[in-house]
Nanobody
């Protein structure tokens, strides 16, 4: 059974940094896409960063140059390093993964999901 468990959320001041992590377990496929999504209050959930099993990364324009996604295959973890944080980055952050396919579609129906973790940026 695939499980995704996020950790490391919290509150920081604008301009600060935070690293969140996701432990992904229960899968056997060597072909996958994993990523981070977020949902701000009153807004739809949006994809912000993905990485596929070939190591190809992709970022939403609003976080390019500030966020970095990485994975540690030996530990089964997916991390998101967030720098130069802004109040508009405040949201619930979700780890997601899909298997048997390297593509990372924006449509969110084919992913396994974590329960989410809250990140709050104060001005």
């Amino acid at each position: 059974q695939v499980q995704l468990v996020e950790s490391g959320g919290g509150s920081v001041e604008a301009g600060g940094s935070l690293r969140i992590s996701c432990l992904v377990s229960g899968y056997t496929s060597s072909t996958y896409c994993m990523g981070w999504f977020r949902q701000a209050p009153g807004k739809e959930r949006e994809g912000i960063a993905t990485i596929d099993s070939a190591g190809t990364t992709s970022y939403r324009d609003s976080v390019k140059g500030r966020f970095a996604i990485s994975e540690d295959k030996s530990k089964g973890t997916l991390d998101l390093q967030m720098n130069s944080l802004k109040p508009e980055d405040t949201a619930m952050y979700y780890c997601a993964a899909r298997f048997e396919d390297r593509s990372c579609p924006a449509t969110q129906t084919s992913y396994y999901w974590g329960k989410g973790i809250l990140v709050t940026i104060s001005s």
